[in-house]
């Protein structure tokens, strides 16, 4: 008796242990769910700004455009060789095989001076078949005021590769695009005025919140130790950093690397109707419901038969379809769904034997029953 008795108090030893241990495992989880601000929310106007521009790759294998279905391509040629001081007679018909049309897209970062380089990607816009091989000819790259900011050239890098012959052909990824590394030269820089109005600067969430916003701004006033945060809507917050260009980068920095937690996200279901994919975060639940599913099958089976005349008749031999239709439906009885936890709707959803087809039409009848307790969104 005294060994059981010590063996038990053993077992709640360890027992207890295991719990304090598991507390504080939880302890970590919450502490490590903690992120940066930098993560959750930027500067208003530290932001990349988006380039395109219109050009010429030149120096293809003969797959460039066919200029009969796109008369552009010899008239942009033609317009660039006149301003090289080359004159193409009115009326000529070029036959250019190693030209394409192509725009050319890139994205110029926040604080970006002239001189830095950009990585480019060309994309071509008529039926040029290959920019395997090819040359970007000097491109302005516009911004959306319609200013160039950059200008691209250079060699082309194609991942993709492919052959043809003898009307049989292969290829591999995409060969109508490439990046040209560092292809662009910056030519112009975005003005930015951070703390133009008496060194306010504004902070923008990524996802708006009110309670991320409430937990951000306590965060940033307890690290400086004053209000120097203040919220203005469920998105932005507005800071009263200082009017030095050094001391303003200082405190930005600062203001990043403050640990905040963020809320929970709320509950959404992602429908995907053209692959069929069904996504669900953990704050997923299901009030009791009961569901019955079963699935509706048509099958038709056509056999064709021969009708012959008889013997020395004036009838044809004819071809006769026998088509059998049948129709089969799976028995459905009505199942109890419920689950206060992703893992319970995970079971409770599988219980039913859908396909993710069905079960999206399953999860909006339950979401018009008032039993899915989430958000649908179908992308």
Request: aromatic share 4%; proline share 4%.
């Amino acid at each position: 008796m005294v060994m059981q008795l010590s063996g038990g108090w053993m077992f709640r030893r360890r027992a207890s242990r295991v719990v304090t241990l598991l507390a504080l495992c939880l302890v970590v989880t919450t502490a490590a769910a903690a992120e940066r601000v930098r993560e959750l929310a930027s500067f208003a106007g530290v932001r990349d700004n988006q380039l395109v521009g219109y050009g010429l790759v030149v120096g293809l294998d003969s797959t460039g455009d066919q200029t009969t279905q796109a008369p552009f391509t010899s008239q942009s040629l033609t317009n660039m060789l006149s301003q090289l001081g080359v004159t193409v007679p009115p009326g000529t018909n070029l036959q250019l095989r190693n030209v394409a049309a192509v725009m050319v897209t890139a994205d110029l970062p926040p604080f970006s001076r002239p001189g830095q380089r950009l990585d480019v990607v060309v994309s071509s816009i008529a039926n040029a078949r290959s920019l395997r091989g090819g040359t970007l000819l000097m491109t302005p790259l516009k911004g959306a005021d319609g200013d160039t900011y950059a200008i691209a050239q250079g060699n082309m890098l194609v991942g993709g590769a492919g052959a043809q012959a003898g009307g049989s052909s292969v290829q591999i990824n995409q060969q109508a695009s490439g990046r040209i590394p560092n292809g662009a030269l910056v030519e112009r820089e975005v003005p930015l005025n951070l703390g133009g109005n008496g060194g306010v600067l504004e902070l923008q969430l990524n996802d708006a919140d009110f309670g991320t916003v409430q937990r951000m701004v306590t965060a940033i006033n307890s690290e400086f130790g004053r209000s120097v945060a203040y919220a203005r809507n469920g998105r932005v917050i507005a800071l009263d950093g200082p009017m030095d260009s050094n001391e303003q980068v200082n405190f930005m920095a600062r203001v990043e690397n403050v640990q905040v937690t963020p809320m929970d996200a709320p509950a959404r279901v992602v429908l995907n109707a053209r692959t069929g994919s069904v996504v669900m975060n953990s704050a997923v639940t299901l009030r009791q419901a009961a569901v019955a599913h079963g699935n509706l099958s048509i099958m038709i089976n056509t056999q064709f038969g021969v009708s012959q005349p008889a013997p020395f008749g004036q009838g044809e031999t004819v071809v006769v379809p026998n088509t059998d239709i049948d129709i089969e439906q799976q028995e459905a009885f009505l199942q109890i769904v419920e689950g206060a936890q992703l893992n319970e709707v995970v079971n409770a959803l599988n219980a039913l034997g859908a396909t993710p087809q069905d079960l999206m039409t399953i999860l909006e009848a339950l979401k018009a029953a008032g039993s899915l307790r989430a958000e649908l969104e179908v992308i």
